[in-house]
């Protein structure tokens, strides 16, 4: 387990590196924090890693999340209603949202035909869809 910790530890050093971010142990530890798979808003991720660390402002974890959407390590999912959700950037994927609590959950679909046809003059590079419901606790 201390080798797993320690190669991801490395990977993580190595991701902040590449998008040419100084490696720090604040900047680790809301990599851990994200890492979890988990779709965190950033008082989650700020009390998950002041709890390693002791201390951490919001305002900190804010600028990191912003340096790490400017660099593309993380994503954020906006939840009308909600605070913006985070999660490490990765493949891509939709998304389900809970309509009562909130909850993000990632969702593989089939790759979306992109309609440029049908919007005459513009550029797309993207579709976002999002599933709304109820998560399994709110049913």
């Known amino acids: ?17 590449d998008v040419g ?3 720090t142990g604040p900047r680790l530890e809301v990599l851990k924090v994200l890492s979890s798979g988990e779709h965190l808003d950033v008082e989650a991720i ?19 999340v912003r340096h790490f959407l400017d660099t593309g390590l993380v ?4 939840r009308p209603g909600w605070p913006a959700v985070f999660e490490i950037a990765g ?19 089939p790759r979306q035909e992109l309609p440029d046809k049908r919007l005459r003059g513009w550029n797309l590079d993207s579709v976002e ?5 109820e998560c399994p606790d709110c049913r």
Do not use: W
């Not at 910790?5 to 990977?11: G, I, V």
């Not at 994927?93 to 309509?99: D, G, I, M, S, T």
């Open 75 to 78: 994503t954020k999912f906006d």
């Open 129 to 133: 869809i999002t599933f709304k419901g």
């Open 46 to 64: 700020t009390g998950a890693a002041r709890a390693r660390l002791g201390t951490l402002t919001s305002q900190a974890v804010y600028d990191m």
């Open 91 to 109: 493949k891509p994927h939709q998304h389900a949202l809970c309509v009562n609590c909130g909850r993000v959950a990632n969702i593989s679909v």
């Open 21 to 23: 971010l100084r490696v």
């Open 1 to 17: 387990m201390a080798r797993e910790t320690a190669q991801t530890d490395e990977a993580m050093i190595q991701r902040l590196r």
